[in-house]
Nanobody, 127 residues
Framework: QVQLVESGGGSAQAGGSLRLGCVVTGNAYLSLCIAWFRQAPGKEREGVAS????????SYVNTVKGRFTASQGTAKNSAHLQLDNVRPKDTSIYFC????????????????????WGQGTQVTVHS
C-alpha cells in the first residue's frame, strides 16, 4: 500500500530559506513523479516543482525558478524541495503529491495526474 509522508515547512523572513521533504513508501521498485503544489486562501492550487525519481529530472513554475530546488532523497522515491530567497507571495499551504508508480512527470503539472497526496504543510514568509 502506497503512502506519502510530508515534512518541513514553517515560517521564515523574506529572503530566508525553508525545506520540505516527501517520502513515498510502499513502492520500492518503480520510479514515479513527486511534485509540490501550493494553495493560498482564495486561490487555485498551483503546481510549483516536480522531480522524477528515475532520472532526477526536475521542472519548476516560472515564479520559483532560480529560488526553489527539488532534489532526490537518500531513500528511493523520496525528495526534498529547498526554498531559498523566499518571498511573502510564497506563503501558502504546500502539498506533496506522487503519481502512481511508473508514471512520469508532465509539464505543466496537473493535479489530476497525481494519485497520492500529503496532508499539506504551512509555509509562511514574513516581510
Amino acid at each position: 500500500q502506497v503512502q506519502l509522508v510530508e515534512s518541513g515547512g514553517g515560517s521564515a523572513q523574506a529572503g530566508g530559506s525553508l525545506r520540505l521533504g516527501c517520502v513515498v513508501t510502499g513502492n520500492a521498485y518503480l520510479s514515479l513523479c513527486i511534485a509540490w503544489f501550493r494553495q493560498a486562501p482564495g486561490k487555485e492550487r498551483e503546481g510549483v516543482a516536480s522531480i522524477y525519481t528515475g532520472s532526477g529530472a526536475t521542472s519548476y513554475v516560472n515564479t520559483v525558478k532560480g529560488r526553489f530546488t527539488a532534489s532526490q532523497g537518500t531513500a528511493k522515491n523520496s525528495a526534498h524541495l529547498q526554498l531559498d530567497n523566499v518571498r511573502p507571495k510564497d506563503t501558502s499551504i504546500y502539498f506533496c503529491a506522487a503519481t502512481k508508480p511508473g508514471f512520469p512527470c508532465r509539464n505543466p503539472l496537473r493535479a489530476g495526474d497525481f494519485r497520492y497526496w500529503g496532508q499539506g504543510t504551512q509555509v509562511t514568509v514574513h516581510s
